[in-house]
């Protein structure tokens, strides 16, 4: 095994630009090789990132710190963990519609639709309203002084654009299908929600770009992951592609990304995985002139497509005759080694790259037999907190997050009570009519506002106070911060207070008139 700085496992370091993929059987060292890669990549100063949809194994790193190994313990201390959904260890919020200074946003509409577009079945017409949408967000918050553009409200921009445009019937259907993907975006109280509720990205883009961090998205399901991960990576496309790549010897980004099947586990058929698979492997090629290598890691190969748009592959144990046949075209495997791929012993590797003139065995290194790690589970949910929460990029990252919420807050808790306000008047003005007047139709119209309240003291309850106030539990608020938070809660509840005052007139009223 090379340990020349230029290479990484016999693969010259600058080839790694062309994405690799690592696939095999559980059991086979993938962890370990990964783990051994990651330490690789450190020594050479090459930023990762890794994408960890299921397990958490990746942050057993950052009980490394006193390891004897002072690369490995470098490594461990400047390892970052985040959890996106997962708001009790360490939150991360995206803003995927953020603009980097230098693009103009058409090109970011058109990246933006692209990406979300990629994560599953959006027919005809649903990209041109996304579209439409966001230019009309864009076009407001440039010109007209609008709110800045939000992911979160995404849906309802869409909505409005289908309302004035079909009949009931087509209507109906295409805001059931966006409802379905998007809907999410702008549920707070959900996982993906979460991620997007404040408009900011926290931790920076650009801090991503340094170092080694590693993302878990063990808290979203599968119909959540691959917009999740696309977006983010949408977010590190823009943000790299109008800054110099300096040194054009090494990648200056590698992102892992394991159990790539999952883009695919949700797809609902071949067509669709198919033209999903194509549109990922045009955002590897639009990654490989930016200089940013992508590690894809699974189990079983991956689709045709995607396997093509790789420089690399690194495969192990294959048991299904139709995976190794794929591989094997892939690879320019020879018959032997295609049928050698059911046999092959844990750490023992098949490596085909574009500099090669064919495929080579190797053995991988065992990362354990060398570095003693505790097992995942010892470090399993919270449990993880007192190795990263007196860490720099934890404490600022936490301060950002907390101080952007509470704004979001604020602003949201400003608007909502003039919303109230406006409520109130208008049922003590009907209430007032109504005492002199019996009507059916006032009768139809306090119930209406009766069911109005109803709603939206849920859904601001649900999208806001619960998140963004700390209502669930989740977050520890700073001396500074709790002060702001008490008078949020403080004025909600007085706001909530009048609204149910209105209520119960309501009810009553209505009551009467349905005993007369």
């Known amino acids: 095994m090379s340990n020349m700085n230029n290479n990484l496992l016999g693969i010259l370091l600058v080839d790694l630009c062309?994405?690799?993929f690592i696939g095999a059987m559980p059991g086979h060292f993938k962890s370990s090789l990964i783990r051994f890669i990651l330490i690789s990549l450190f020594k050479r100063a090459i930023p990762v990132i890794v994408f960890e949809p299921g397990k958490s194994e990746y942050r057993t790193m950052k009980a490394m710190t006193c390891s004897d190994d002072p690369d490995v313990s470098s490594l461990a201390q400047e390892t970052r963990i985040y959890t996106p959904g997962d708001d009790r260890v360490s939150p991360i919020r995206i803003d995927p519609l953020a603009r980097p200074e230098g693009m103009p946003d058409t090109q970011k509409i058109d990246n933006a639709v692209e990406t979300i577009c990629m994560s599953g079945d959006y027919f005809d017409p649903l990209p041109q309203i996304i579209y439409e949408a966001l230019s009309t967000d864009y076009y407001r918050y440039r010109h007209k002084n609008g709110s800045k553009p939000h992911i979160g409200r995404l849906f309802e921009k869409c909505e409005k654009i289908l309302f004035t445009r079909y009949g009931q019937?087509?209507?109906?259907n295409l805001i059931g299908a966006l409802s379905s993907r998007l809907s999410k975006l702008s549920d707070g109280y959900s996982?993906?929600?979460?991620?997007?509720?404040?408009?900011?990205n926290i931790p920076s883009t650009q801090s991503l770009l340094t170092g080694c961090t590693i993302i878990e998205l063990k808290a979203l399901g599968d119909s959540d992951f691959p917009l999740a991960v696309l977006l983010k990576l949408g977010a590190i496309r823009d943000a790299v592609e109008h800054t110099p790549w300096l040194d054009k010897s090494k990648p200056r980004l590698v992102i892992i990304l394991e159990e790539s099947h999952r883009f695919f586990a949700?797809?609902?058929n071949k067509d669709l995985a198919d033209k999903v698979a194509e549109a990922i492997s045009n955002m590897l090629k639009e990654l490989r002139a930016l200089g940013i290598s992508l590690f894809l890691v699974n189990q079983d190969p991956l689709p045709r497509s995607i396997l093509k748009a790789t420089g690399t592959i690194l495969v192990g144990r294959q048991i299904e005759g139709g995976d190794r046949q794929l591989i094997a075209d892939c690879m320019m495997l020879s018959d032997i080694q295609r049928d050698s791929l059911a046999f092959l012993r844990p750490r023992d590797f098949f490596l085909f790259s574009e500099s090669f003139s064919r495929a080579v065995k190797i053995r991988v290194p065992?990362?354990?037999q060398k570095i003693s790690?505790?097992?995942a589970d010892e470090l399993a949910g919270e449990r993880i907190l007192p190795y990263i929460k007196n860490d720099k990029w934890f404490t600022d990252c936490r301060e950002a997050r907390i101080t952007a919420e509470l704004k979001l807050l604020g602003e949201k808790l400003y608007a909502f009570s003039v919303d109230a306000e406006k409520m109130y008047h208008d049922v003590i003005k009907t209430l007032s009519v109504a005492k002199k007047i019996k009507c059916e139709v006032l009768v139809r119209k306090a119930i209406h506002f009766d069911r109005q309240i109803e709603d939206s003291l849920c859904d601001f309850h649900k999208n806001y106070m619960v998140p963004l106030a700390g209502i669930d539990g989740n977050t520890d608020y700073a001396e500074h911060h709790e002060w702001f938070r008490?008078?949020?809660?403080?004025?909600?509840?007085?706001?909530e207070k009048r609204l149910i005052e209105c209520q119960n007139k309501l009810k009553k009223y209505t009551k009467i008139q349905g005993a007369l």
């Open 169 to 172: 019937e087509v209507r109906d």
């Open 191 to 200: 996982a993906m929600g979460r991620i997007f509720s404040c408009g900011e």
């Open 18 to 20: 062309k994405h690799i």
């Open 373 to 375: 790690m505790p097992f």
């Open 366 to 368: 065992d990362i354990y």
């Open 266 to 268: 949700n797809l609902s």
């Open 486 to 495: 008490v008078r949020c809660v403080d004025r909600f509840e007085k706001i």
